[in-house]
């Protein structure tokens, strides 16, 4: 026997039993999108490279270390599996002349590569849910944002999220900043790590979100960002703050919050949980007006979030969530060619009548058969066999009885079946015999 190929290290199997509680989450996240009026947009997973160099940064985690880059074989084409979905969603937007007459609420979901080192809640193959609006300016999509993500943690049942708010003033306002903090770092050359110092000058700012705790007390007492913010800047900052306010939403100014990215200005925010160890951020988002140009479009601002699904679902699990496996209506038992025969035709017109139902595959005496439709969660089993056939008939046996007896069992005409399933199982009258 040859030897089995396993998966790429970081990039996950999402097994049945996990995968009912992915599912489970989009069903809820997807009519979380709908009630605030965000439509899908589906972008393809690999971009030419200089997309995300553009519109990420080349200074930046992932730019620089963290990305699946490849030369297309047949013509030479620099391509990514894309780290992110905004700079793919904002090019399929200015692509596609979305922004023509009206702005736009999309949002997105998939997979995410990046080449990290793989640990709980981190991992090279990862899912997020995006949300983009673009061509609003004021504060007030920036606090939609927010308060749309408190009602999906609330949908959800999530403890122990907190809000993080900041904001990172104009990119003239970050210049003269940049400028000060350029010139207090180089005093302090000598305290620097590589990082730091290799990003000096090209990104001194991620220099403040360092985690090396040799650098703390130097980022302490760096120039804050803060101080060189405008009138403007704090004004839109006020406006958002005043809505979360309004919104009875709970939230941390924390200067030190500047965002892996180099798209963002003024808003940025992230929601943190304590639960889940070192990977704590869940969402993380924020405006970004000068992308639109940045990626060649009519100039337009813009703002957004994203979340990571993976570290989502640690946490729900954490407050309690459990996959819930989703049982069918009816299993179909039966015996005999005959038999199997009608069995397809019942199974096909049970399914047009809108119910589940599994349709034993394979041998089998009755008994065992029985068994797998007791395990599938079925709340009936539905039996054909010889005489069955000769009656145009199939019988509904209940498998769920509240006091654990053997359930009812009666012999029902074919051509009354679904109308009796439905009355029996889920209690529906319907006089046209519709469900
Ligand atoms: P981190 O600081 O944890 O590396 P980030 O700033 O790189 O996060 P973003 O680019 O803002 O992350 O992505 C938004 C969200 O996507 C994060 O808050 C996180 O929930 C999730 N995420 C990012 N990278 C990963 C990963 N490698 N594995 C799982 N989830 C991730
Ligand atoms: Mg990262």
């Known amino acids: 026997m040859s030897q089995l190929i396993k998966a790429v290290r970081g990039m996950n199997d999402i097994l049945p039993d996990q995968a009912d509680l992915w599912e489970a989450f989009e069903d809820i996240a997807r009519a979380w999108l709908r009630a605030y009026g965000y439509r899908p947009i589906r972008m393809p997973l690999v971009e030419a490279t200089p997309l995300f160099s553009r519109a990420i940064g080349a200074v930046t985690d992932i730019v620089e270390k963290e990305m699946y880059s490849f030369e297309d074989a047949l013509n030479g084409e620099n391509l990514t599996l894309r780290p992110e979905g905004t700079a793919s969603c904002v090019r399929a937007v200015l ?11 999309l949002y997105y979901s998939g997979p995410m590569f990046r080449h990290e080192r793989p640990q709980k809640g981190r991992y ?38 907190r809000l993080e708010l900041n904001s990172l003033g104009s990119p003239e306002e970050r210049g003269r ?46 120039p804050r960002l803060e101080d060189y913010i405008g009138a403007e800047s704090r004004a839109h900052l006020d406006g ?14 924390n200067h030190r919050l500047v965002r892996g990215l180099d798209y963002y200005n003024l808003t940025v925010f992230e929601w943190i949980t304590d639960r889940l160890g070192a990977q704590g951020t869940i969402c ?22 994203a979340m990571g699904i993976e570290r989502l679902l640690l946490l729900w699990q954490e407050c309690g969530e459990q996959a819930e496996r989703p049982a069918p209506d009816l299993y179909l038992v039966h015996q005999g060619e005959a038999a199997q025969r009608l069995a397809f035709k019942v199974a096909e017109r049970l399914r047009g009548d809108g119910f589940a139902l599994i349709l034993h595959c394979g041998d089998g005496s009755f008994k065992s058969q029985m068994k797998k439709a007791d395990a599938s969660g079925a709340q009936a089993a539905l039996i054909i066999g010889d005489e069955e ?22 012999r029902v005409d074919v051509e009354s079946l679904g109308e009796e399933i439905a009355r029996t199982l889920y209690d529906l009258e319907d006089d046209d015999g519709s469900l």
């Open 240 to 253: 958002v703050q005043g809505l979360l306010k309004d919104a009875g939403i709970p939230f941390k100014l």
């Open 124 to 161: 090279r193959q990862f899912h997020q849910i995006g949300v983009e609006a673009l061509g609003f300016a004021g504060p007030d999509i920036d606090a939609e944002h927010i308060i749309m993500c408190q009602r999906l943690w609330d949908d959800l049942g999530l403890d122990d999220v």
């Open 284 to 305: 993380a988002g924020g405006r970004y007006d000068g992308l639109v140009a940045q990626l060649g479009g009519k100039a337009a601002p813009a703002c957004g979030f």
């Open 95 to 105: 692509e596609h002349n979305l922004l023509y007459n009206a702005p736009q609420r």
């Open 389 to 410: 056939v000769q009656a145009n008939a199939v019988t509904l046996k209940l498998l769920r009885t509240a006091d654990g007896q053997p359930g009812e069992q009666r």
């Open 177 to 222: 900043h940049r400028g000060a903090l350029i010139a207090y770092l180089e005093g302090h050359a000598d305290q620097l790590d590589d990082d730091a110092r290799r990003r000096l000058h090209s990104n001194p700012l991620r220099i403040l979100d360092s985690k090396n705790p040799a650098l703390q007390s130097l980022i302490d007492t760096a």
